[in-house]
């Protein structure tokens, strides 16, 4: 077998791919953040008593559903500069273009996980906010959107997983994030395996990061006071009974 | 009649559907007083009561708070619209069959909520002032549980301090233990007695009749939407005068 150890253990401690990581990360999470967002009013305009803007938000995710995220990744890099002549200037990075792409394709699916969270939490919570005076912008901020990112994280979780991986696709419009860098190194040295490992080792720890994070939200979205006994693997030290996760002082 | 109503409701009407289901009610409730309003479910009683909260915008008849209109308000958009709505709904606490708490927040949290987005008042004053009405349920004790952790009955009376910890005019109770096992029924009568004691202005629709009779200043007895009888508790209970109010007094011995 011809895997030289040593051309994988020196990869992935070069600036190169620890910059590749960095880019591959930095674009993951810009691009869920603001897919989230986006998402947000998208299902906020599904759920409107408006029809033209349901129709709006209906044909968005019609459109980005349909598309595959690389031909999306690839008209934004080379076919929007041929049209809007502002874009061919330096500040229209592969980074931007990449964020662009991303966001807006997630988004469509985002729309679809916050449109059922807001779906699932109970009518009478709305009635009880209003009930205390609450306007609307009150009652979404105060009462709902708390359980709308409770019943969200799990699902966008995964979503910012699948992210992550698919900021590999950035590599058709030379964004140097991992799956680049490797090429490059591959292209000089056909060191195939050897790159290609690095690459991987990144991602898994990448993503058992994010994993680990995920868990940690999870319970700090679980509404009971942390009693003795109740989660003695995970509980922190510093909870003593009584002390709830959102309690004042 | 009292000098002057709290609450006073003309003529309301609510419409589902081309179906009249709150058929010209009228109620006028004064400082200190304590309506029961019972009858049969369908009765269009929750419904009055929602109008009453606000929660229902009524298709007839006007709602005056202390003399002055409320709801209803012609706002030119329904931006301004809604936003009068929660201006007056302020003053009028409700609470809910099933209490309707927010998971997401301790008994401390759910009552000092609103007091700080809707009344502005400093995060460390609507604490305090959270605690002394979770105190005043027994239930100070609790301040830091989760709904989830609560029983009915407890979560029944966080839900009533929720609604007084905002100083409303009128207290309106919606079948307030309807949704509770019976042995915690007690607890949250006990609640609602005390407040009647301490001179709040409430409007209760229940279906402990026994309890209705203890507290109310006037009963309603609602059938088909419309108020079919009204009088002093005593009267009520004894000799009744419309033959449904003696049907329904029956049924529910």
Not at chain 1, 11 to 31: C, N, P, Q
Not at chain 1, 163 to 190: C, D, G, H, P, R
Not at chain 2, 210 to 215: D, K
């Amino acid at each position: 077998m011809d895997f030289d150890v040593g051309i994988y253990w020196d990869a992935l401690r070069s600036s190169e791919f620890l910059h590749g990581a960095f880019l591959t990360v930095a674009l993951a999470l810009a691009s869920q953040v603001a897919a989230t967002i986006l998402g947000f009013f998208l299902a906020l305009m599904r759920t409107s008593r408006s029809a033209p803007v349901r129709v709006v938000s209906g044909v968005y995710a019609w459109v980005f559903r349909a598309i595959p995220t690389l031909l999306i990744l690839l008209f934004i890099w080379n076919a929007l500069p041929q049209l809007i002549p502002a874009l061919t200037e330096d500040w229209f990075t592969p980074f931007l273009a990449g964020f662009i792409g991303l966001s807006v394709a997630e988004a469509a699916y985002m729309a679809e996980i916050i449109r059922s969270a807001l779906l699932s939490v109970d009518p009478e919570q709305r009635l009880a906010a209003k009930a205390l005076g609450m306007t609307p912008a009150q009652s979404m901020r105060k009462v709902i959107l708390p359980q709308v990112i409770r019943i969200a994280i799990p699902p966008t979780g995964n979503e910012l997983i699948t992210m992550l991986k698919f900021t590999s696709l950035t590599s058709v419009i030379s964004l140097q994030e991992l799956l680049t860098v490797s090429q490059q190194n591959i292209a000089a040295t056909f060191r195939y395996a050897e790159f290609y490992a690095a690459a991987a080792t990144y991602y898994l720890v990448i993503v058992s990061i994010l994993m680990v994070l995920q868990m940690r939200l999870e319970r700090r979205y679980e509404w009971r006071t942390r009693e003795a006994g109740r989660r003695r693997a995970f509980s922190r030290r510093r909870n003593a009974p009584g002390m709830g996760a959102a309690g004042a002082g | 009649m009292s000098e002057q109503a709290v609450l006073e409701a003309k003529g309301i009407t609510k419409v589902y559907e081309g179906r009249t289901v709150v058929d010209s009610v009228d109620l006028n409730v004064g400082r200190g007083e304590v309506k029961a309003i019972i009858g049969p479910s369908g009765s269009g009683k929750s419904t009055f009561l929602r109008c009453l909260a606000l929660l229902e915008i009524p298709d007839g008849g006007e709602l005056k708070l202390e003399g002055k209109p409320i709801g209803n308000a012609p706002g030119r958009t329904e931006w301004t619209r809604e936003r009068r709505l929660a201006r007056d709904r302020q003053h009028i606490g409700m609470v809910f069959q099933r209490f309707n708490l927010f998971p997401h927040l301790t008994a401390e949290g759910n009552v000092q909520t609103a007091l700080v987005t809707v009344k502005g008042v400093p995060r460390h004053e609507a604490r305090e002032r959270a605690r002394q009405m979770l105190d005043r349920v027994g239930l100070l004790h609790r301040a830091h549980a989760y709904p989830s952790e609560l029983s009915g009955g407890q979560q029944q009376r966080v839900a009533i301090a929720r609604a007084l910890v905002m100083e409303p005019k009128v207290m309106l109770f919606d079948e307030p233990t309807s949704a509770l096992d019976p042995e915690l029924v007690r607890e949250v009568l006990d609640v609602i007695e005390e407040l009647a004691e301490a001179g709040t202005t409430m409007v209760v629709v229940t279906h402990e009749l026994e309890f209705a009779r203890g507290i109310a200043s006037e009963m309603v007895m609602m059938d088909q939407g419309s108020v079919i009888e009204r009088g002093d508790p005593d009267r009520f209970f004894t000799s009744p005068e419309h033959p449904r109010t003696r049907q329904f007094l029956a049924h529910m011995e």
